[in-house]
């Protein structure tokens, strides 16, 4: 395979802003930009699939080389809250399976944002490649296509099988347990499998032909992540060793402790396995859950008998790669610098990833062969590229791409570094206020306690030589997460880095804070002792941010607030009710306010850990609050328990505090309809507006 030299420059002309003078805009413009994701390709053709939010209205679009000329390939034109994803070609690359609508909650509903009485749902579908109405399989998730034409998925805890031209009824594997993540092996004979049983779980192998299902093993400890060997003859699988039943259960407030694991690998004709390699009982050595989550699996099989796995071994999340046989894993991607997202190419013998080597606060793209060669660094600059994926012709490969003041777009290059336009230019709204943003400045201090913390500055333009603005401080939710160097690579965020711009257009200075227990520093500061319900050690940070704006010559020291989602919002409720003096106001979006009682499946946890997590909970500080407050909050809220807000609410009505609220009924966590978003970050903004007094607006 060529080695490529793509490089920012050529993306980053495109990128480039055409003026520094700002604009006014409006949030509506800020927000029209289409988000793109799920972005995947054909395994054997030159075509790729991704899918497109334009407010709300959510669509696949695809595209085929040479020309990568952009189509949209469904019309779903409403603003509906139905989420699309899970994009899967054919063999043939002739149709794309693909999943719209959500989960269901705790009560078996699946989210319905405009309240229709109708209902939704959430299903699989097909579309052909060359269009046409979109065909039903069946309700569910996660399909799976094999190369016979067999669509695996899952509903209700259950496997079930559908033909993928619609010929036969869908047939459900019949085993017991809650089954998940079904995986063809290459030649589409045989299906793998989790299969959960409470405090354990198998692998399970359903052999089409013969219409069994063997189990690999089996053990009393949890089998998962199972990868297919290429020639479809073995399986590679996690096994995590089994817990007393009495162990502290909660994942915001349990102890921290070493979480082991183990790779097997079992001979799928006999069943037999055997350990491979042992991680070590190190905190550094757990299971590397990110690779899970976000990243591109935790066991991936390559050419050359190999396997690559992720591991934080030493200290960041990094790729290796590890002999069938067994032996010492050898490490692919140095570096004081987190692996993000990754993919095989078409050939399984390089890789391409996602970081932020040699740029902390961005994320750009690299290649790595299997074989240990040193990594080579894609693009450079001051872009932010993710999701990268080689087409089958190991020559093109594609990815999302954005910058400071051009939101996510899609992107082609080849080995010959020649990048083209980004992909379908006609859905870019053409009032976007590109030239009228502003570039958020890498901003470095210390911490209370003398941790070093990163943050991105938003200044407005027009700053009068002894004018002292208001400023908010934004919080990111996760917490793993992190605010990046412009325009962020996940919708939620993405969404958020537009509010910020909006706040620093109207004459805020912003100061987006990425405190200790987020992603891209490290497993030690992302894993920081005493996080959360275990003594709220990040709140520190969010101090510290708040003492260094007071430090600034063009910040008012009396007009500082406080907004954020999820654990942002968290710190924002934590930060009004502990700091009043500090923080004036803030806008607090379906935030945690009492660990004990959203505590996420927690149990045998003890009374001195219940009261650790319950004084690091912002309820214990009701009697010190005194800034007014916004709630915002959607009550089918399946992150957050909508009673979190319910409650704190009543206990700062019981002391006088100042408060708002914005409530959006039948709405999740992560805002489903557009219109949403903008009447929540309409709200925030005037609530700072009234509290601050901003001259002009």
């Not at 030239?435 to 958020?440: N, Q």
């Not at 100061?511 to 992603?519: D, E, M, T």
């Not at 607090?588 to 001195?608: M, S």
């Not at 800034?627 to 002391?655: C, M, W």
């Amino acid at each position: 395979m060529k080695r490529h030299a793509l490089f920012g420059t050529v993306v980053l002309l495109i990128l480039m802003p055409r003026a520094n003078a700002q604009k006014p805009f409006t949030l509506e413009q800020v927000m029209s930009a289409p988000f793109p994701s799920n972005l995947t390709a054909a395994k054997n053709a030159n075509r790729i699939a991704w899918v497109l939010d334009q407010e709300g209205r959510r669509n696949i679009w695809v595209a085929e080389g040479p020309a990568f000329t952009a189509r949209q390939l469904t019309k779903y034109n409403e603003d509906d809250g139905q989420e699309l994803l899970d994009l899967h070609f054919s063999s043939d690359s002739n149709t794309i399976v693909y999943v719209r609508g959500e989960g269901k909650n705790a009560a078996g509903q699946v989210p319905n944002p405009t309240s229709n009485p109708a209902g939704a749902e959430q299903a699989v579908w097909t579309v052909a490649w060359n269009g046409g109405e979109p065909k039903r399989v069946d309700a569910g998730h996660s399909p799976q296509i094999s190369p016979r034409g067999t669509v695996a998925y899952v509903k209700d805890g259950q496997i079930w099988l559908a033909a993928l031209d619609g010929a036969d009824k869908p047939q459900q594997l019949v085993v017991r347990g809650q089954n998940f993540g079904p995986h063809w092996s290459p030649d589409g004979s045989r299906l793998a499998f989790g299969s959960a049983r409470t405090d354990h779980a198998f692998i399970g192998v359903y052999d089409a032909a013969a219409k069994t299902v063997q189990f690999l093993a089996p053990s009393v400890d949890s089998d998962g992540n199972p990868a297919w060997s290429l020639d479809g003859k073995r399986i590679a699988f996690v096994r995590r060793p089994a817990e007393p039943r009495d162990e502290p259960q909660g994942f915001f407030i349990a102890p921290d402790k070493p979480r082991p694991w183990a790779i097997w690998i079992a001979d799928v004709s006999t069943g037999s396995a055997k350990e491979i390699w042992r991680s070590s009982t190190t905190a550094q050595g757990s299971f590397p859950h990110m690779a899970e989550d976000t990243g591109g699996g935790v066991i991936n099989w390559a050419a050359g008998n190999q396997l690559v796995i992720a591991s934080e071994e030493d200290g960041w999340q990094h790729l290796y790669t590890l002999a069938a046989e067994g032996g010492a894993p050898k490490l692919i991607t140095p570096g004081n610098c987190e692996v993000e997202q990754w993919s095989l190419t078409p050939d399984n013998k390089s890789i391409l990833f996602n970081s932020n080597c040699g740029d902390v606060d961005r994320r750009h793209l690299w290649n790595v062969s299997v074989s240990g060669n040193p990594p080579t660094q894609w693009t450079r600059g001051d872009g932010i590229e993710w999701s990268p994926v080689m087409l089958n012709d190991g020559q093109t490969f594609t990815y999302l791409s954005s910058s400071a003041t051009h939101p996510a777009r899609a992107v082609v290059s080849d080995s010959a570094a020649k990048a083209k336009p980004p992909l379908a230019p006609e859905t870019r709204p053409k009032d976007f206020p590109s030239d009228s943003l502003v570039t958020p400045q890498q901003t470095i201090f210390k911490s209370t306690d003398g941790l070093e913390i990163h943050a991105q500055l938003f200044v407005p333009v027009g700053l009068k030589p002894g004018e002292k603005r208001p400023a908010v401080i934004f919080l990111h939710g996760g917490p793993i997460r992190q605010m990046v160097l412009g325009w962020h690579y996940m919708y939620y965020y993405s969404n958020s880095y537009a509010m910020n711009q909006y706040l620093a257009s109207r004459g805020y200075i912003v100061l987006a804070l990425n405190y200790r227990s987020g992603i891209g520093y490290g497993r030690a500061f992302r894993e920081a002792l005493g996080r959360a319900g275990r003594g709220a050690t990040e709140y520190q940070d969010v101090v510290a941010a708040g003492r260094y704006l007071q430090g600034r010559s063009d910040v008012d020291a009396k007009r500082i607030g406080l907004w954020g989602g999820s654990y942002g919002g968290y710190l924002t409720a934590l930060g009004l009710g502990r700091n009043s003096d500090l923080f004036a106001a803030g806008v607090d979006l379906h935030g945690v306010h009492d660990w004990p009682t959203d505590n996420w499946e927690g149990k045998n946890v003890p009374a001195d850990l219940n009261k650790l997590a319950r004084d690091s909970s912002p309820v214990t500080s009701v009697n010190t609050w005194k800034s007014p407050v916004l709630f915002i909050h959607g009550d089918d809220d399946r992150n957050v328990y909508f009673t979190q807000t319910v409650d704190l609410v009543a206990r700062l009505r019981e002391k006088g505090v100042e408060i708002e609220q914005l409530v959006f009924p039948d709405d999740v966590h992560d805002f489903l309809l557009h219109r949403h978003w903008l009447a929540a970050y309409h709200a925030a903004s005037d609530f700072f507006d009234r509290r601050f007094k901003v001259p002009g607006n």
